[in-house]
């Protein structure tokens, strides 16, 4: 599957309007000129001397409204709002935007709190996280190739309703950007009691959580990762299991497996990491990482612009 194309092509369909708050990014201003080319998506640049004077006034004031409750003050909402970052996320907010992209130039923690702060958490999963989609050249497994990794970026020690409600939305992302049918394994160190113990729970609960979520999602856990994309493995370890090795989207138990596993995988394989891509806010945004490419930003204006495509959570100005 030549995931990157069709992600790409898909955007093209149908404009929508992404914000990029790193315009001064060397490498935001090459994939610029490749996004206007190829007409993927609208864009709007910003650079912190750029910002309107009277938009910093009318977010701040709005963003005071949000957050005095947590004992913000209103010159403290001011000069948050006055960081590109979160002007941009409430651009998204009160739409005169449809997405954001950073995270070249701002760390992930940055981002994932504009985008909690001023999107707001999608009320059916109540949680934050991420995703990549991972595209692996020459490889059998997944969906020809590929795969979603979940979550890589964001949740240190997710509890099972939180990995539950973490599969459940990637599930969706995949359905949304991809248009393939979400074969889930909840990762483990066990299949089905091979080991035992409270992290082997941990991921019992949350698949069964995740299969109350959401009844007809194709879920197996726990599992190991042999298991789940190696059919021949399935076959020995998972004979009953509900994916029999062809899993194209893997949650992780925690952050370290997760965000170790991808840069392992990326590294390696030359796999194609689109992300992370955030995810269960009310409004679609990605992050970048500092290290990435002009293509990666490219792609994930892309991936932003075919989720701002659908409808989208609950918007509430």
């Known amino acids: 599957m030549d995931v990157v194309k069709k992600i790409r ?13 790193e315009g001064e990014d060397v490498r935001v201003i090459e994939a610029i000129k490749i996004i206007e080319s190829e007409g993927i998506a609208k864009l709007i ?17 709005l963003f005071f409204s949000m957050r005095q409750h947590k004992g913000i003050s209103q ?74 990794f979940a979550d890589c970026s964001v ?13 459940v939305c990637t599930s969706e992302l995949a359905r949304k950007l991809l248009d393939i049918t979400p074969r889930v394994a909840m990762l483990s160190y066990s299949t089905k009691d091979s080991a035992s113990g409270r992290l082997v729970d941990k991921i019992k609960e949350a698949t069964a959580l995740a299969k109350k979520i959401a009844p007809d999602l194709i879920i197996d856990g726990e599992i190991q ?60 945004c990605s992050d970048l990482s500092r290290g990435c490419s002009v293509d990666d930003v490219v792609d994930c204006v892309a991936v932003t612009a075919i989720r701002a495509q659908k409808t989208y959570g609950q918007k509430t100005n």
């Not at 092509?9 to 992404?18: G, P, V």
């Not at 940055?110 to 999963?125: H, I, K, M, P, S």
């Not at 042999?226 to 893997?250: F, R």
């Open 45 to 61: 640049i910003l650079k912190k001397d750029d910002l309107a004077a009277a938009k910093i006034k009318e977010y701040s004031d």
């Open 225 to 284: 990762v042999d298991a789940a994309i190696v059919p021949e493995v399935a076959m020995i370890k998972d004979p009953d299991g509900e994916i029999g090795g062809s899993a194209n989207i893997l949650i992780f138990p925690n952050l370290e497996s997760g965000n170790i596993s991808y840069k392992l995988v990326q590294r390696i394989t030359n796999c194609r990491a689109m992300g992370p891509i955030l995810q269960g806010l009310n409004f679609p």
């Open 9 to 21: 092509e898909k955007a093209k369909k149908d404009l929508r309007t992404i914000v990029l708050p």
């Open 155 to 167: 949740v240190p020690n997710p509890s099972p309703r939180q990995l539950a409600n973490i599969a």
């Open 75 to 148: 010159q403290e909402a001011f000069e948050t709002i006055s960081n590109p970052l979160f002007y941009a996320a409430m651009m998204v907010r009160q739409g005169e935007a449809d997405g954001f992209v950073a995270g070249a130039l701002n760390t992930t923690a940055d981002v994932a709190r504009a985008a909690f702060y001023c999107l707001g958490l999608d009320e059916r999963f109540a949680v934050i996280s991420s995703a990549f989609i991972m595209s692996i050249p020459n490889c059998q497994y997944g969906e020809r190739g590929v795969f979603l």
